[in-house]
Nanobody, 126 residues
Framework: VQLQASRGGLVQAGDSLRLSCEASGRDSNRIHMGWWRQAPGKEREFVAVISWNGRVSYYRDSVKSRFTISRDKARKTVSLQMNSLKLEDTATYYC????????????????????WGQGTLVTVSS
């Protein structure tokens, strides 16, 4: 499975930005997909994940009600709509996919993921 993320960008605090990630390859529509991010000098952290069928999603607490993860009908493109962006959302965002069976096991460690896209930088300025 290959993952190709869209370009991030520079936005102001309070603005919105949408990231997309397209999966290709065998069974790419049957893996859970998520977003992780890594700020300079910090560990990579979980942002959101959506199940392979698009029915279930989880978010880190700090982005709940602001970010929405979604999946298209073909289940190969996953988007992350980010609203009300804050300075602390500045990071390199990574699209990732996992064949881990249970979605509840996919937000604790990046080691739970088997496929990674290239990182895309999101910078939120004041």
């Amino acid at each position: 499975v290959q993952l190709q993320a869209s370009r991030g960008g520079l936005v102001q605090a309070g603005d919105s930005l949408r990231l997309s990630c397209e999966a290709s390859g065998r069974d790419s529509n049957r893996i859970h997909m998520g977003w992780w991010r890594q700020a300079p000098g910090k560990e990579r952290e979980f942002v959101a994940v959506i199940s392979w069928n698009g029915r279930v999603s989880y978010y880190r607490d700090s982005v709940k009600s602001r970010f929405t993860i979604s999946r298209d009908k073909a289940r190969k493109t996953v988007s992350l709509q980010m609203n009300s962006l804050k300075l602390e959302d500045t990071a390199t965002y990574y699209c990732a996919g996992t064949t881990t069976l249970y979605l509840s096991q996919t937000y604790n460690s990046p080691r739970d993921y088997h496929y990674w896209g290239q990182g895309t930088l999101v910078t939120v300025s004041s």
